[in-house]
């Protein structure tokens, strides 16, 4: 009886999230119809600049469709044991670009052998979110640094991922992870309502200290494996 109860509440938010989710991402999708009708009509140089929009436009619709089917099936098919360091690596990777973009740097600092488990790209996924907002709090006035550095204490795995960014109030704070919460013009607002997800889902914990011009730092825990 419990069980049923518990799942037709999660149906019932998963079909309300549905239906904003739709409304929010035909937005996008109409724009880029606007600027691909124009560059059509037009047939100009303009086109270029036009297209350079709408392809944004378009990664923005499939980022938040993406994030809205993890939301809604955050359970996890394919579960292996994941070495941090491995999965780090890649984001690293895959970030380092836009952080010296951003006139940034990450500094991964994480030994050989930290083992959770968990599906490798959901667990990317939650950290791209999160670094994604490191790199995109940077502010003007100094560089960017991102740290992130792991270890094992009482059979978990310590994670900590710290930025110089320009960091949350308090009440900010209090709404991380709310749907469409953002301060962001073009910002979703899904980004660590997904993490949360989950960091959840792999039975872990998150926390967030953040000071307003100093910066923000995350601690995830997760069990250890093996
Ligand atoms: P989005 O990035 O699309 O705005 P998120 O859910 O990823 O949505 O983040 C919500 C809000 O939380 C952001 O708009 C930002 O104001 C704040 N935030 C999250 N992480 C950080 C961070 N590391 N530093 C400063 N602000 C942050
Ligand atoms: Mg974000």
New binding site residues.
Partial sequence: FNNELQRSEKMEIISDLAASVAHEVRNPLQVTRGFLQLMNEQNSDNGKGYLKYALEELDRASEIITDFLTFAKPEFEQVSILNIIDEFRHIEGILNPMASLEGGRIYLNIPDGLRVQGNSSKFKQAFI??I???I??FGPEREGEIRIWAYAENEQIVIH?Q?N????SAS?LS????PY????T??????????FRIIEAMKGRIS?T?AKGV??E?VVRFPAAG
């Fill in positions: 979110n999160m994604k907002n490191s995109e709090a991922i930025d960014g320009e960091g949350m900010e709404h991380l992870g709310e919460f953002s301060n962001k073009k910002g979703t607002g899904l980004g660590m309502m997904v993490t967030y953040s910066g923000t995350a």
